[in-house]
């Protein structure tokens, strides 16, 4: 069955950078867009931009860009996701979500989240 | 500040149906599909309605998504006590180049 498998929590301090992975299973990561989002404590969902596995396409949202860099090695079906310059509102549950069908939104897979704390 | 406006809250009883409102501009809903998603406490998103009013396999039949202009609405009847979740829309924003989503609406069955 698909799943996507998140690595485990990190504890950041601020200026910091951190790398989350998301590894697939059930399917080929190559034949679906990966998108990343995050939910601060207490808050609502937000996205933070898509990856094409197939060609490393990335589109970032204008928020993070120039912080997020997001990769893939279809070798090992991972997708990363980078954020640099960690600041304390960045402390949140960062998930890997799956698009069934480009531009869509159909996010029908969603990896089990990775909580990052940012603090000094 | 979410780009997609929502009640923070709305309440009903077993069986009952109630409906969740989404507000956006233009940009989004207004020209653009409406998804939404269920987030059980502690739990991922799952996907409850995709393009409007689409249901994923799996999906009752009692959920069903609307759109009118730059808003659009979730509706769920025969409310049972396991609907007791945060809900929350999104929809592509044309301006934004991106995915944008309401600020979740916690549900209560009372």
């Known amino acids: 069955q698909v799943q996507l498998v998140q690595s485990g929590a990190e504890v950041k301090k601020p200026g910091a950078s951190v790398k989350v992975s998301c590894k697939a299973s059930?399917?080929?990561?190559?034949?679906?867009?990966l998108h990343w989002v995050r939910q601060a404590p207490g808050q609502g969902l937000e996205w933070m931009g898509w990856?094409?596995?197939?060609?490393?396409?990335?589109n970032y949202a204008q928020k993070f860009q120039g912080r997020v860099t997001m990769t893939r090695d279809t070798s090992i079906s991972t997708a990363n996701m980078e954020l640099s310059r960690l600041k304390s509102d960045d402390t949140a549950l960062y998930y890997c979500?799956?698009?069934?069908?480009?531009?869509?939104?159909?996010?029908?897979?969603w990896g089990q989240g990775t909580l990052v704390t940012v603090s000094s | 500040q979410s780009v997609l406006t929502q009640p923070p809250s709305a309440s009903g009883t077993p069986g009952q149906r109630v409906t969740i409102s989404c507000f956006g501009s233009?940009?989004?809903?207004?020209?653009?599909?409406v998804n939404w998603f269920r987030q059980l406490p502690g739990t991922t998103p799952k996907l409850l309605i995709y393009?409007?009013?689409q249901r994923p396999s799996g999906v009752p039949d009692r959920i069903s998504g609307s759109k009118s202009g730059t808003s659009a609405s979730l509706a769920i009847s025969g409310l049972q006590s396991e609907d007791e979740a945060d809900y929350s829309c999104?929809?592509?924003?044309?301006?934004?180049?991106?995915?944008?989503f309401g600020g979740g609406t916690k549900l209560t069955v009372l």
């Open positions: 233009s940009s989004n809903i207004g020209s653009n599909a």
């Open positions: 059930g399917y080929t990561l190559s034949g679906y867009y």
């Open positions: 990856i094409n596995p197939n060609s490393g396409v990335t």
């Open positions: 979500a799956r698009e069934k069908s480009s531009g869509y939104g159909n996010f029908d897979y």
């Open positions: 393009t409007n009013i």
């Open positions: 999104a929809a592509w924003d044309d301006s934004l180049n991106g995915w944008v």
